[in-house]
């Protein structure tokens, strides 16, 4: 099974808000509205499978075009979950599963092409967009896009996830041993997700501080 689906198969047996129930998650949770939704700023989601490199690469390609087009971004609670582990502030984005009614209701289109055209009169207004990169290009970036972003909004996305004090002080210390080691600055977000775990993996080893 690839891994778009078994992506897909995964998160359909997830729990999510069906209508809004007081007291509960639920309670606040938007219905479905055709009418209100057409002429409303896209909503828009990526489900990115894969472990923490691919939830931080989610989680800033929302923020990007949630800032760059004002589209109204949703993230899914698994991967929320998975950020809430190991930073402060995860709060760019509402959780897809929560803030929906039955977010399946809601008809989201996959999107496979540039994430710079979501800003389009096509898809900017009316849609319920779902950010997809298919198993053949996970290595192929240029596919989605959006390096542009990553300079334009490089002060957000360094301040978009910050890292639970034990982490960063572990990080810390592991940057002051190599420092000797390297001669260009790290800095913990690079241009892609991936390329920020892998930063985490080696610097200071996470699995290890999780023991």
Not at 49 to 66: D, E, K, M, P, S
Not at 71 to 90: A, H, I, Q
Request: charged share 25%; with cysteine; net charge positive.
């Amino acid at each position: 099974m690839s891994r778009a689906k078994a992506a897909e198969e995964q998160y359909k047996s997830k729990a999510y808000c069906i209508a809004p129930t007081p007291g509960t998650i639920c309670e606040n949770c938007t219905i479905y509205d055709y009418e209100n939704l057409k002429d409303s700023p896209s909503i828009v989601t990526y489900f990115p499978g894969g472990r923490l490199g691919n939830a931080i690469t989610a989680y800033l390609t929302l923020y990007w075009v949630q800032l760059e087009y004002g589209l109204d971004t949703y993230f899914e609670k698994e991967s929320y979950d998975l950020l809430k582990l190991y930073f402060e502030n995860v709060d760019n984005h509402k959780v897809l599963e929560e803030d929906l009614c039955n977010w399946k209701n809601f008809g989201f289109q996959k999107y496979q092409g540039n994430i710079e055209f979501l800003g389009s009169p096509e898809w900017r207004t009316g849609n319920a967009v779902q950010i997809y990169l298919a198993k053949e290009d996970f290595l192929r970036h240029e596919k989605q896009g959006g390096r542009k972003f990553y300079k334009k909004y490089r002060k957000q996305s360094f301040d978009a996830l910050r890292l639970k004090e034990q982490y960063r002080r572990h990080a810390e210390l592991a940057l002051q041993q190599i420092s000797n080691k390297v001669t260009n600055s790290i800095f913990f977000f690079l241009c892609r997700g991936e390329h920020y775990v892998h930063s985490i993996s080696t610097i200071f080893n996470v699995n290890n501080l999780l023991r």
